[in-house]
């Protein structure tokens, strides 16, 4: 990523790409045989990136919505934060679940992948690929965190219910995804990887053309710091298990319950034709679950490898990282988070 050139070049033609390409956003996710919709520096440096007035993208995401946001009836954008106790009517059940990556149709030495792709994947090959970047301790940024959908968030109380009160969005960051990027910005400058993490809520006020914000800020940082190696796009899931009941989806970690993460990568297939370097990202991912398994085992569940691009193509170390959905708690996540960060750590300092 030295060549700045290059890097301007190329993200110019991405983002001229995300105006055709419309099917390429994490809510059109769809799964069969039994699987859920889902929704889905030394000090920490910060940085809210501002939007051109008049820019004009499309996400197709947008067209999802409301029937992936389970906790919601209506498209209507984020509002206040999370109370702090179940309070109000009771809408629907919270169901506890867990999810087993080891049912996964692909697996390979702690590495699990549900290819919902045409594509034949040999994941030893992905496991045991180099990857084509060193991360280096030489105070200059590697790692841009950020957070498509920065609103979404979790319920406040552990619960068999929620109620009209908990809302599965807050624009405020001490309760939803900026808070948990920040807590992995921290661990990773801890550790001596730079890391930036960008606390732009591109779902708010409009939750349309959030991915094509994203994809802009993304390109935005990598301009100016072509030294990032790994974007992490940082989200949080939701399922339900009928018109009123969510799910949320927990293991145990060291005696405490840990929410279950998941790793979504793209690839080029299907209608997906702007991906050319989705193996890149992939070899990251399969890494990155093989450090989460063996660390913490049965916390990942499978990765779930699509036809889809999620800005992913912007870089060559790019990943998509659910965390919990809208029916765990923020305690839950917060701790999985806590793990997440562990295991990048550990992941990091071999590359």
Known sequence: MSNRGAIIRFCASALIIALFLTYT????LSYSGGDVVIQTIAPTIMESHTL???TVFEDPSSQNFAVQDNASSSVSSPTASVPVSASGAVQGKVIEKFISPYTANTSYNNVYLKNNTDLNINLKEFVVGKIGFDIEKNGEPQVLILHTHATESYLQHNENYYTDTDLSRTTDNEYNMVALGKIIADRLNEAGIVTLHDTTQHDYPSYNE????????ICSYTEKYPSIKIVIDLHRDAIAANDTDKVKLTTEIDGKKAAQIMLVMGSQSGNVTNFPNWKENLKLATRLQQTVETMYPSLARSIHFMSKNYNESL???SMLIEIGTDGNTFSEAKYSTELL???LINLLNTL
């Open 315 to 317: 870089t060559t170390g």
């Open 210 to 217: 959030s991915y094509s914000r994203a994809a802009e800020t």
């Open 25 to 28: 956003s994490i809510k059109g």
């Open 341 to 343: 960060s562990n295991a």
């Open 52 to 54: 051109s007035a008049g």
